[in-house]
C-alpha cells in the first residue's frame, strides 16, 4: 500500500496544471564570467555585484489564432525571443502540451524552451524547463521527456576555453506491469 501511494504521489507532481500566475522564466547573468542561470518559477536572486537578473513571462511568448467568436482559440506558434550574456547567446520561446486549450493537457501551463550559443556554434538546446513524464506523447511535443527537460540549467565559460553545462532534471515515470 505504501508503494502505491508514493507511485500515486509522484504521478501527480508530474501532471502540469495551470498555476495562478503565468509561468516566469528567471534569468541570471554574470556577464563578466559568461556565467548563465536559467530556472523556472522561483523566486528572484538577491542582486550582487555583475550580476542582472530577469524574470520573463514564458505566457506573452505564445502566439494564438483569432477568436471564433465563441471563445475558442487556438495556440498556433511562438515567439522567441534573445538575451546575450557575456559571450552567450540565449534564445527563449515557449512549449505547450496542446494546441488546443480545451483539449487534453490544455490548460496547463506553458513552459520555456531554451537554447544557447557561443560563437556561432549551439551549446544546449532545445531544452525544456520544468518537470515533465517520461512516456507522455503530449510532453514530448517540444523536448523529450527526460532527456531534453531540465528544471535549472547553469553554463560557465572556462578560462581555459569551453564552457561547463549543469543540468538539474526531476521527471516522473509511468511504468507498465503486465498482468501474470
Known sequence: ???????????????????????????????????????????AIAPRQNVESEEIDISSLVVFEPGDGHQNVRRTGTRTESRICGSLLVRISAGYYNANPQGERGAADDYPLIEVESGGRLLLGPVALGVCEAGSARQDAFAKCPEEWATEVRIRARSEGGHDVELQHVYGERRFMPPN
Open 1 to 43: 500500500m505504501k508503494h502505491f501511494l508514493a507511485v500515486a504521489f509522484l504521478s501527480l507532481l508530474a501532471i502540469p496544471a495551470r498555476s495562478q500566475d503565468p509561468p516566469k522564466l528567471q534569468l541570471t547573468c554574470d556577464a563578466s564570467a559568461s556565467l548563465l542561470d536559467l530556472r523556472v518559477n522561483v523566486p
